[in-house]
């Protein structure tokens, strides 16, 4: 089975500049999230999805950052401009559900893509 | 959270050796914990989960260890192997927000 798909793996950009990234979960996952993580950081949330509904954004720049799920199920991050400081890695996960449910269906465990790694000069 | 900027925790190790990494942990109201482990260039992956009723989990080659009292946990892996070489991070959950928050990683290097 296919993990979590993010495309594209390595993105260039000059400042002002729009980027988006894609992602593709695991099939039958119906949460989905879109962390940042800056170099040598640990991930931070960016916004999580309950199917198409954007149920935890508060960490989103909302004034250059939007996210979008259609249909619920993959998933598009947009930055508009890109500033210097939007350089990094842009993680999605997915898991089954919310939460982390009981420790035998362990429901919530999260399942990374590899990255999309974002440089703006 | 907390940074430590380009600087994180570096621990090496010789193959074959037990690793110990520490972490320590901000929210005593958490209920749950998990130990990611990253490879260069790739997303992070589940290793092993503690839940606050228990004080120690085992797996296979790893250990998760944890201290309520002092707001601690710690991942012991046993036999240490090259592969294991990588950023290790905590992270817990917050039932309040239901957020998964990580914590700052540690570099795991294992000399040959």
């Known amino acids: 089975e296919a993990g979590v798909v993010q495309s594209p793996r390595y993105k260039i950009i000059e400042k002002k500049q729009p980027v988006a990234f ?19 950081q640990g991930p931070e949330l960016l916004i999580r999805y309950e199917n198409e509904e954007a149920v935890d954004d508060s960490q989103l720049p909302k004034d250059r950052f939007s996210a979008e799920r259609l249909k619920g199920v993959d998933s ?46 | ?44 992956q589940f290793i092993i989960d503690i839940r606050s009723n228990m004080d120690k989990r085992q797996g296979q080659r790893v250990t998760v260890l944890l201290n309520k009292t002092v707001k601690h946990l710690s991942l012991q892996i046993a036999a240490t192997q090259p592969g294991d070489s990588a950023v290790y991070f905590c992270a817990e959950f917050m039932e309040y927000g239901n957020k998964l928050v990580f914590g700052a990683g540690t570099i795991l290097r294992v000399k040959s």
Do not use: M
């Not at chain 1, 420790?103 to 000069?121: D, I, P």
């Not at chain 2, 430590?4 to 990494?21: A, C, Y």
């Open chain 2, 1 to 44: 959270g907390e940074s430590v900027g380009l600087h994180l925790p570096t621990l090496s190790v010789q193959e074959g050796d037990n690793s110990i990494i520490n972490c320590a942990y901000s929210n005593s109201a958490s209920d749950y914990f998990i130990w990611y482990k990253q490879e260069s260039g790739k997303g992070p």
């Open chain 1, 76 to 121: 598009t991050l947009k930055i508009q401009p890109a500033e210097l400081g939007d350089s990094a890695v842009y993680l999605c996960a997915s898991s089954l559900g919310p939460g982390f449910g009981t420790s035998l269906t362990r429901t919530g465990e999260l399942f990374f893509g590899e990255g999309s790694r974002l440089t703006v000069l």
């Open chain 1, 22 to 40: 894609w992602c593709n979960p695991i099939s039958g996952h119906n949460t989905l999230y879109w962390y940042r993580q800056n170099l040598g």
